[in-house]
């Protein structure tokens, strides 16, 4: 399951797209990420598919868990805390709190892939399930180096993770869209997805 201020959607595609290699896979059509759509997605999970890629949103307390509590992920991804719906929840810290709401149930069988450059997403510590941190620095568990900017053709870098690094071309411009990439690598060597 993926949640997060920004880069949702993009995420869960990236996601499906590194999934879908190896597993028969669905994923939220379109960004029917509320509790209407999210239902509507798992009910289109059919006996075939070995994995699911939901997308979550939120705009109040308990939303997250209500639709974590449908979902039951074995894996989440927070793309980043950012400013949405802070009318609603009062400040950042509100928004961080909100997102965690997906781990309420996780235990050690879980995985927590977080934004490790996220002031505080990255300072997440000594949980009770296996948290992963993406990001630009090399203080996260995996991330980005020798970035070239090929303008409106995308990015191409560097993805180093715990087992060594390859080379990855992005076709969609722009360094957030790294980050998102970078998601989406994370969750694949999650699920045992070579390079």
Known sequence: SI????????????VYAVIAE?????KTPNNFNNDIGVPLTVFGIEKEHE???????????????YLAGIVKPDVAIITNIGMSHIENL???EGIFKAKMEIT???TDANTLIVNGDDKFLGNISDTPYKLVKFGMSDTNDVYAK?????GLSGMDFTVVHPDGEFRCSLKQPGEHNIYNALAAVCAGLNMGLAE
């Open 104 to 106: 309420e149930n996780f």
């Open 146 to 150: 020798d970035i070239e900017n090929k």
């Open 22 to 26: 190896k597993y028969k896979t669905h």
């Open 90 to 92: 009062g400040s950042q």
């Open 51 to 65: 994995a699911a890629v939901i997308e979550m949103g939120m705009n109040h307390f308990g939303e997250i868990s």
């Open 3 to 14: 949640t997060g201020s920004v880069g949702k959607t993009t995420t869960k595609d990236l």
